[in-house]
C-alpha cells in the first residue's frame, strides 16, 4: 500500500503546482476536502509561507520562504518513506515519452500543407483520427509509470485516472480535451504530472536532461 502525504504539504504541493490559485483549485488537485484546505492556506498566510491577494483574481500562492520549505518537506518525505529512487526511475521513464507527447500535442494544433505549417482546423476527421490514435498509444505507455508513482507515494495516484478521463473524452469527440489549457486536457494533466516529479525530485526546469 502506498504511502499518503501530510495534509499541509499536500496543499503546499498543490500551490506550488498551480503557481497562483483558490482553495477549491488546490484542493482539487491534491485531493484535499476544500474546507481543510482553506484552513491550511489561511495559517500558511499568517505563518508567511503564502500570501493572499484579493481582487479581480484572488487566490493563494507561496512565498520565497514557502517554497523553500515545501521542497524541504518533499524530499524528507521521499528519504523517510524511502521511494526516492523508485521516483527517479519513474520520472527516467517519464521523460523519455515527454518528447513523444510534444510532437502529438503539436500534430493535433498544426498540419502539414503544401509544406507549410498550418493551423489545424479540425476539418480532416482522417488526420485527427490519426492523431488521437497516437495519443492514445502514448497514454498506453505512460499509465504503468503512473500506476508505479502512485504505489510509491498516494499523491501520485491521482495522475493516470486523471489522464485516462482526458483521453476518453477526446476519444468521443470533445477535441478541447486535447490542449485547451484552463481545463484539465490531457496537456494540462501531463504538464502538471511534470512539474510535479520536478519539484518532488528537486529538479529545476532549466536544468533538466534532454532526452
Same mark, same amino acid.
Given at each position: 500500500? /502506498?504511502?499518503?502525504?501530510?495534509?499541509?504539504?499536500?496543499?503546499?504541493?498543490?500551490?506550488?503546482?498551480?503557481?497562483?490559485?483558490?482553495?477549491?483549485?488546490?484542493?482539487?488537485?491534491?485531493?484535499?476536502?476544500?474546507?481543510?484546505?482553506?484552513?491550511?492556506?489561511?495559517?500558511?498566510?499568517?505563518?508567511?509561507?503564502?500570501?493572499? @491577494?484579493?481582487?479581480?483574481?484572488?487566490?493563494?500562492?507561496?512565498?520565497? /520562504?514557502? #517554497?523553500?520549505?515545501?521542497? #524541504?518537506?518533499?524530499?524528507?518525505?521521499?528519504?523517510?518513506?524511502?521511494?526516492?529512487?523508485?521516483?527517479?526511475?519513474?520520472?527516467? @521513464?517519464?521523460?523519455?515519452?515527454? =518528447?513523444?507527447?510534444? !510532437?502529438?500535442?503539436?500534430?493535433?494544433?498544426?498540419?502539414?500543407?503544401?509544406?507549410?505549417?498550418?493551423?489545424?482546423?479540425? =476539418?480532416?476527421?482522417?488526420?485527427?483520427?490519426?492523431?488521437?490514435?497516437?495519443?492514445?498509444? *502514448?497514454?498506453?505507455?505512460? %499509465?504503468?509509470?503512473?500506476?508505479?508513482?502512485? /504505489?510509491?507515494?498516494?499523491?501520485?495516484?491521482?495522475?493516470?485516472? @486523471?489522464?485516462?478521463?482526458?483521453?476518453? @473524452?477526446?476519444?468521443?469527440?470533445?477535441?478541447?480535451?486535447?490542449?485547451?489549457?484552463?481545463?484539465?486536457?490531457? %496537456?494540462?494533466?501531463?504538464?502538471?504530472?511534470?512539474?510535479?516529479?520536478?519539484?518532488?525530485?528537486?529538479? !529545476? #526546469?532549466? =536544468?533538466?536532461? *534532454?532526452?
Amino acid at each position: 500500500m /502506498s504511502t499518503p502525504s501530510d495534509p499541509r504539504m499536500l496543499v503546499m504541493h498543490g500551490l506550488r503546482l498551480k503557481g497562483f490559485a483558490d482553495p477549491p483549485a488546490v484542493a482539487e488537485t491534491v485531493a484535499v476536502p476544500e474546507h481543510d484546505a482553506q484552513a491550511i492556506l489561511d495559517k500558511l498566510v499568517i505563518d508567511e509561507l503564502a500570501t493572499y @491577494r484579493d481582487g479581480r483574481l484572488s487566490g493563494f500562492t507561496l512565498t520565497p /520562504s514557502g #517554497r523553500a520549505e515545501h521542497a #524541504r518537506l518533499l524530499s524528507e518525505e521521499l528519504d523517510e518513506v524511502g521511494v526516492r529512487a523508485e521516483i527517479q526511475a519513474a520520472y527516467a @521513464r517519464f521523460l523519455g515519452l515527454n =518528447s513523444g507527447l510534444l !510532437e502529438v500535442c503539436t500534430a493535433w494544433q498544426l498540419r502539414d500543407v503544401d509544406g507549410e505549417p498550418t493551423m489545424n482546423d479540425h =476539418s480532416d476527421p482522417a488526420y485527427d483520427a490519426e492523431v488521437v490514435e497516437r495519443l492514445a498509444e *502514448v497514454h498506453g505507455r505512460v %499509465h504503468p509509470i503512473c500506476e508505479e508513482l502512485a /504505489s510509491a507515494l498516494a499523491r501520485f495516484g491521482l495522475y493516470g485516472p @486523471r489522464l485516462a478521463t482526458a483521453v476518453d @473524452r477526446v476519444r468521443a469527440g470533445e477535441p478541447e480535451w486535447f490542449t485547451k489549457p484552463m481545463i484539465p486536457s490531457y %496537456h494540462t494533466i501531463w504538464f502538471e504530472l511534470h512539474e510535479d516529479l520536478l519539484a518532488t525530485l528537486g529538479i !529545476e #526546469r532549466g =536544468s533538466e536532461a *534532454v532526452t
